[in-house]
């Protein structure tokens, strides 16, 4: 018996093979009904009309799809498991399988008119074949193939002689294919391709008897170790034939012929097999018809169920607030400073959504220190203002100490009560505190996830603020949503995320970008250093320090090598506190202490009794010492840059100068340094994030799955933004026109978009 396993937002997964044991498909509604000892789950029978005619038809296509990839014929077990390996399963898998590059073999050149840079095809006799060993001891081996034009070399660096020698033969006749290299004046192809040709066998026959590696633009495949290209070549072309025809386009009309878009069918035949007047280089670079057909595909889907989940938000009710100003205008006459223009536009918008009769979903985005918590309190009094609770959550005890303590401060003076409620609350004083929540006398509650607990009842909650996103999964949000009667929510993250990416992972909710800095902050030095400067490097810091400053020392943690790490960061902790700097206070701070030990070192930190702070990465986003002026970061090539930004935060915090410095290893390489450099030339952290994603690709970005950004089958969300946006204007006019998908134009695109989404629509209330 199978088990299935109760998640804990409380959805049951059921894996796709259960689905089609118990005769279910995505998309299916189930009746839950308890019978003794458990529950029954039976497919709800639909009041809809049945799925009849050209719908059962292309359902029939669609079930086709789903055919294992070993049905195909060429394909036996061994292959099919390379291939599942791969991640290609069925039909459908292997249709999204791209090439990554096309071989041109439209033409057989003559071997005097090969080209260095450029894979051909020729045609020759072998001529000499041998093992040859270089003065320096390095063996390969060497073919000199001829035709009646002139002569060129192959060259193998890894092989088997005998293996090569049996094949190689003088006198035997191929077809080859290569890529052509130029070395001084000898141009030669390494581990080239070759087609044999029987005795008195012409080149036409060959070409003719391989329709699908000759004569036409060929595809090359990747994730082909252990597996041949030509192999390969031949299960897609197979594939492409049957299954491909079969594939309807299911996007409205309307929407294809204005976008350009090809038949999906088509679009599919050709990025694999392309005609004979395709450009491969269009190709290869992802700008042909066929594939913006594809990508827009992709998209559009993924968008349109953002624009339905959104959409579901909206359609709910909300709270509409009204903005008396009895909290917040007090509040602005006593900061110190005035709010940025970003900061006024962003609150504005805000404002805006809270007034609105539909429960806000916001993103705020901004750079560290950009002023995003006080942004976050001005909305917190607008719904204080209208006699609801606020909650505030931060993703750790310390983050959320520092809100509470900043947020405290200023709500004290202008008369608006506030509680922290954290897991070290213990006995008595929690007690009071949930009380305190629960009669509704704490306006704003302050904490960690241990707001969204059971226990904390709130009497009136209007609104949920979330900082630093990324930490926080889709389920705790959805959590403290439910701690209210649709409260407004409001998200906070300091991760830059290129737009584009933000618009496919918060693409549900709406965006606020506070786009500019507090004036009077000086810009962070940064500066890679190398081993050999090490004793200039300490020399900062005595001088920060001898100036009344601190500073931090940053140790990374990978997590395989966790262990080791940890050694490394206590040593040098030890060695600099002995040796480097034996007359100042030295404090460390790593993932493996508890909890209130980190908490103890950071409170001594900000409170000035220790100089220098030698920490993992642990040192969380958001933590403010503003008289900490210089970081110095080990192993700075270890990090992704993101992280990197986020970590120089830490410093620059208040009016003096800071310095960052990346120490560097020795043997550093250049891409490495090229990454480095980019830290140097920019504190843009837009930038930082965009050439971070171009390095590491989007999941590896935000460091967590969770985060919900989808894996792309064809799209590359940096090569693609423009294609991204069209299709979301589509994809939410779509939405706009018809929000249930009822009409029977959009019967098809619906079951389509229910398929791809699986069970991620329940908002959308169209699943
Ligand atoms: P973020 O959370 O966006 O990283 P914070 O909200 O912690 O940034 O703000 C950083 C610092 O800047 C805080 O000390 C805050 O009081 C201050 N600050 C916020 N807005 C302004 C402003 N408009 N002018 C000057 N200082 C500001
Ligand atoms: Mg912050």
Known sequence: MPLVKLAENGQIIIPDDLLSELGLRPGDLLDLEPVPGAIRISRHISPDPPAVGISLQKSIARKNLETPIKFIKGVGPKLAEILSKKGIASVEDALYLLPNRYE???????????????TAVFTGEVIAANVVTTKGGRRFFEVVVRDGSGTISFKWFNFNPA??????????????????????????????DVEWLAEGESVEAVMARDPVSFGRVVPVYPLTEGLHQKTLRKVMKEVVDQYAPGVESVLPPDVAARQGLLP????????????????????????DPANRTLIFDEFFFLELGLALKRRGVTLETGIAFT????????LLKLLPFSLTGAQRRVLAEIKDEMMAPHPMHRLIQGDVGCGKTLVALMAALVAVEN???????????ILAEQHYLNIHRWCDEIGVSTVLITASLKGKEKKAALERVAQGEAQIVIGTHAVIQEKVIFHRLGLGIVDEQHR?????????????????????????????????????????????????????ETRICFESRRNQVYGIIRDEIANGRQAYVIYPLVE?????????ATQMAEHLANEIFPNLRLGILHGRMKPEEKEGVMRSFKAGEIDILVATTVIEVGIDVPNATVMVIEHAERFG???????????GRGSAKSRCILMAGERLSEDAEKRLRVMESTTDGFKIAEADLEIRGPGDFLGTRQAGIPDFRVANILRDGRILEEARKEAFAVAEKDPDLRLPEYELLRAELLRRWGGRLELAGIA
């Open 264 to 287: 999906l069918n088509e679009a599919l035949r050709r990025v694999h097999f392309p005609d004979g007047d395709a450009d491969p280089q269009l190709l290869e670079e992802g700008k």
């Open 163 to 192: 293996f090569l020698k049996k094949s190689w033969k003088e006198g035997k006749r191929g077809i080859f294919t290569g890529l052509v290299s130029q070395f001084g004046l000898q141009r030669e192809v390494h581990h080239p």
């Open 323 to 330: 903005v008396s100003h009895l909290y917040t205008k007090p």
């Open 472 to 524: 926080f999964g889709v389920i705790q949000r959805g959590l403290l949503k439910k701690k209210g009667e649709n409260p407004d929510i409001l998200v906070m993250t300091a991760t830059p995320i290129p737009r584009t990416l933000a618009m496919t992972v918060f693409g549900d909710l709406s965006l606020s970008v506070i786009d500019e800095l507090p004036p009077g902050r000086t810009p962070i």
């Open 104 to 118: 041109d073999r439209r033409r057989i050149v003559s071997i005097a008119g090969l080209r260095p840079g450029v």
């Open 641 to 651: 840059l993101s992280q990197l930004h986020q970590l120089r935060g830490r410093v």
């Open 387 to 397: 006699g609801y609770q606020v909650a505030i959550m931060a993703p750790t005890e």
């Open 560 to 568: 395989e090598s966790e262990k080791s790490d940890l050694k490394a």
